[in-house]
């Protein structure tokens, strides 16, 4: 895990340095991963990090993240942020929105970005547009995973995190060698809170209502590039870089190789 970025200027906030700081790109990559909860798009997002380089961008994991902090230093906004999202429900889109404009310089960052679990709503992604226009950033596209809902409740009841290095594993598909226990910092594996089945069923009614409409928002921009989140996380990795290749006119090599 060590030679992996741990992201501090997006998990912390602007008065912290990343640990690794990106080399020069020729081509830095810009995405929006979006879907479902459980579809797999953080499973993607360290894919797609690891190998086009690009830096995972998850709001929720500033959320996760700032539940490290006391309760009693906690801003009154994060504490109704924190107990939304316990719930399964959203964040309102100021407290997103704020989080987000005090980290633009991860937006500006030469290695590129993976945004994942935001935008989430319309409003949002009309924020995010602004943001990117004034920086004169542009997107190269909106990935969006698709797969039928029983096997996303299905991925979503087995994930298992580590409570200490949060790495992600699912008790089917990616069981970890001694069962409960971290494989690479032999951290407890714990069920996210939000992942309990009455927080569920609330998480995919705010997906539905909410995030859902952004596929054809981004589709009238000509941004959405839609890939069938069915197999492996490899098939579904090389199934994302051939659709982008072939979206840019690009072999897979030509493509791998402008980054
Ligand atoms: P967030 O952390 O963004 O959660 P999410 O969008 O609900 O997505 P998940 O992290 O649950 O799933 P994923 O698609 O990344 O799947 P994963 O790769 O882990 O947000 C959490 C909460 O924060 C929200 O509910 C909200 O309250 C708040 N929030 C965050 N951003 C917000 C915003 N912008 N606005 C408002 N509120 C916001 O995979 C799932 C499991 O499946 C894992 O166990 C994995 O190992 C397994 N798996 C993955 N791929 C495969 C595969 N191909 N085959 C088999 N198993 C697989």
């Known amino acids: 895990m060590s030679d992996q970025n741990d992201r501090a200027a997006w998990l912390k906030g602007p008065g912290a340095e990343c640990s690794i700081k990106p080399g020069p790109r020729r081509r830095p990559r810009r995405f929006v991963l979006l879907g479902a909860p459980g579809v797999g798009k953080g499973t993607q997002a360290e894919l797609l990090s690891a190998r086009l380089g690009?830096?995972?961008?998850?709001?929720g994991d500033i959320f996760r993240a700032a539940k490290s902090i006391q309760v009693c230093e906690r801003s009154p906004a994060l504490n109704t942020a924190l107990d939304a999202m316990k719930k399964g429900e959203l964040v309102t889109d100021g407290t997103v929105l704020d989080m987000v404009g005090e980290r633009v310089g991860c937006l500006r960052c030469c290695g590129g970005f993976l945004l994942d679990g935001f935008p989430r709503t319309v409003a949002q992604a009309e924020a995010l547009h602004a943001l990117l226009k004034q920086e004169q950033i542009t997107l190269d596209?909106?990935?969006?995973?698709?797969?039928?809902?029983d096997t996303i409740i299905a991925r979503l009841s087995g994930r298992r995190t580590c409570a200490t290095c949060k790495a992600v594993y699912h008790l089917q598909s990616k069981p970890s060698k001694v069962e409960g226990t971290c494989d690479a910092c032999k951290g407890a594996l714990i069920q996210r809170e939000d992942d309990r089945p009455e927080s569920v069923k609330v998480r995919m009614a705010a997906y539905a209502d909410s995030?859902?409409?952004?596929?054809?928002?981004y589709e009238r921009q000509g941004l959405l590039v839609r890939i069938a989140a069915e197999g492996t996380p490899e098939a579904i990795y090389q199934r994302s870089l051939e659709t982008l290749a072939a979206r840019a006119g690009l072999s897979l090599d030509a493509y791998r190789g402008a980054t």
């Not at 596209?141 to 809902?149: F, K, N």
């Open 54 to 59: 690009a830096c995972q961008l998850s709001t």
């Open 141 to 149: 596209a909106v990935l969006s995973y698709e797969l039928p809902l």
């Open 211 to 217: 995030t859902a409409p952004l596929t054809d928002y």
